[in-house]
């Protein structure tokens, strides 16, 4: 490993992008025949797990951002695999709905997912992993909390 520390080879955010980029790639090529993108899945999933959320919720949860997760509802709904609910108590927001259609995707799309991360394994040991896991939610609680400071 290098020790230059003049470069963006030691940049956590620079290493941290490149590697999110190369796994969203695998997870991209191993969910094509789904039809659902790494994005579109990671919104999906979390509408599964917590069906009938609105979309601040949503959009938090997924730790994208309002417009972007627009889209991919918007993507979702037209696949299919969500529907959208005009909610009881604010009738400027809706409620989003998992269909038999979507969980069925989140179904045969999991075990895909858990692939990847068992993948990754294979170049650390389990007790590295765990740390690895421990530093990036740090990091970013640490950037959330640096984020809401601005």
Known sequence: MTTNFNGLDRSVGFIMGMT???LTTLL?????????TPE???VLYQIDKT??????????LSGKDKPTTT????????KGFIYKKIG??????????ITDKGRSVILKT?????????????????????????????????????????
Not at 71 to 78: A, F, K, N, P, V
Request: proline share 1%; with cysteine.
């Open 20 to 22: 999110y980029r190369k």
């Open 28 to 36: 991209q090529h191993r969910l094509k025949e789904y039809d659902i």
């Open 40 to 42: 579109q899945w990671s």
């Open 51 to 60: 069906n009938g959320m609105i979309q601040k919720d949503i959009a938090k």
């Open 71 to 78: 889209r991919i509802l918007d993507h979702l709904e037209g």
């Open 88 to 97: 009881e108590n604010d009738r400027r927001s809706f409620l989003v709905h």
């Open 110 to 150: 999991t075990p895909i997912e858990h692939q990847v991360s068992e993948d990754v394994k294979q170049c650390v040991s389990d007790d590295e992993y765990d740390l690895l896991i421990e530093l990036l939610l740090r990091i970013n609680n640490h950037a959330n909390e640096l984020t809401e400071r601005k």
